[in-house]
């Protein structure tokens, strides 16, 4: 077993309130947030407005129960949407994007728009490419 990285500790130093500083590549963060298969989708959805969790799992093709719950929780975590109970009987659960959405919603909605526009090209490239000899 290799043991060249034994001496490297941790030398990040949370900030003073005790948050954890966030890595030195944001767009990296930012794609981690929102780039993965669902989230992006969650966050389109909710750009109409709040939605249960019902709604949000109809709305969006082919996710599971269980991608989507990870998907909300994960977005929620990153404060890029809010859950909120309603004491109805029984209770009602919505979710909703944050302000930290409102600067990212156009460029969001227009890169799903440019995916579905698109993606007959991208099927018939797909199968230009995997039919080569």
């Not at 043991?3 to 944001?26: A, F």
């Not at 930012?30 to 109809?58: N, Y």
Request: charged residues 25%; aromatic residues 4%; proline residues 9%.
């Amino acid at each position: 077993m290799s043991q060249r990285n034994t001496g490297v500790t941790n030398q990040l130093t949370p900030p003073p309130d005790g948050v954890p500083e966030i890595p030195d590549c944001p767009l990296r963060e930012v794609l981690a947030l929102i780039g993965d298969k669902w989230s992006a989708q969650v966050l389109v959805v909710l750009g109409d407005g709040p939605h249960r969790f019902t709604e949000l799992e109809r709305a969006i093709e082919g996710i599971s129960r269980r991608m989507l719950t990870l998907s909300l929780r994960n977005l929620e975590r990153n404060g890029l949407i809010t859950r909120t109970v309603h004491p109805d009987a029984p209770p009602r659960v919505e979710y909703a994007t944050t302000a930290l959405v409102d600067e990212i919603r156009e460029p969001l909605e227009a890169l799903a728009a440019w995916a579905d526009r698109n993606r007959p090209l991208i099927a018939a490239a797909r199968h230009s490419y995997d039919s080569r000899t």
